[in-house]
Antibody, heavy 120, light 109 residues
Framework: VQLVESGGGVVQPGGSLRLSCAAS????????IHWVRQAPGKGLEWVAV????????YYADSVKGRFTISRDNSKSTVFLQMNTLRSEDTGVYYC??????????????WGQGTMVTVSS | EIVLTQSPGTLSLSPGERATLSCRAS???????LAWYQQKPGQAPRLLIY???RRATGIPDRFSGSGSGTDFTLTISRLEPEDFAVYYC??????????FGQGTKLEIK
């Protein structure tokens, strides 16, 4: 199992960024995928999840209405479109998955993360 | 939303000692859907325990989890030098909303 995030960088407040999570080593289309973030020196915060088929998505209240999670099963990739970025969105963004296909599962596998910095 | 409170914030111990980390939930965690993660500086979190008591693949048996309802514990029986890190608990029972505790830093005394 491998999860590889990309797309991080520096963006001004109010700007947008799209993160990608490229997956391999498992049947991608049968697993929900999560995004989790970590502000510098802080703890972990779950951000969003997308169902295996892309029809169901859920978000943390802190990003609802600003972030959109999507997936392309033909490319084994999950995306996180981040709009109206704020300084408090700064941090490392990880994608993660469980060992089963359902929501009631711990995060058994993690990517290495991609850094997002929101600053003027 | 379930709030998880971890204690202590920092734990100072020596290699070979026993570590006991606590995680308390603001309401009962369904089906003991409680996990523990270890994170070292510059690395992604690593799953240690899921289902409150089940060790993840490749995790040494010095790590064990216990508890149910609102009170959970991670125990490291004999600390190895590589165990000094930050530990997080997480509930995944009120899915699809997931919450983490604030973390316990385990440092070398």
């Amino acid at each position: 199992v491998q999860l590889v995030e990309s797309g991080g960088g520096v963006v001004q407040p109010g700007g947008s960024l799209r993160l990608s999570c490229a997956a391999s080593g498992f049947t991608f289309s049968t697993y929900a995928i999560h995004w989790v973030r970590q502000a510098p020196g802080k703890g972990l915060e779950w951000v969003a999840v997308i169902s295996y088929d892309g029809y169901n998505t859920y978000y943390a209240d802190s990003v609802k209405g600003r972030f959109t999670i999507s997936r392309d099963n033909s490319k084994s990739t999950v995306f996180l479109q981040m709009n109206t970025l704020r300084s408090e969105d700064t941090g490392v963004y990880y994608c993660a998955k469980g060992s089963s296909g359902n929501y009631f599962d711990a995060f058994h596998f993690w990517g290495q993360g991609t850094m997002v910095t929101v600053s003027s | 939303e379930i709030v998880l409170t971890q204690s202590p914030g920092t734990l100072s111990l020596s290699p070979g000692e026993r570590a006991t980390l606590s995680c308390r939930a603001s309401q009962s965690v369904s089906n003991s859907y409680l996990a523990w993660y270890q994170q070292k500086p510059g690395q992604a979190p690593r799953l240690l325990i899921y289902g409150a008591t089940r060790r993840a693949t490749g995790i040494p048996d010095r790590f064990s989890g216990s508890g149910s309802g609102t009170d959970f514990t991670l125990t490291i029986s004999r600390l190895e030098p590589e165990d000094f890190a930050v530990y997080y608990c997480q509930q995944y029972g009120s899915s699809p909303l997931y919450t983490f505790g604030q973390g316990t830093k385990l440092e070398i005394k």
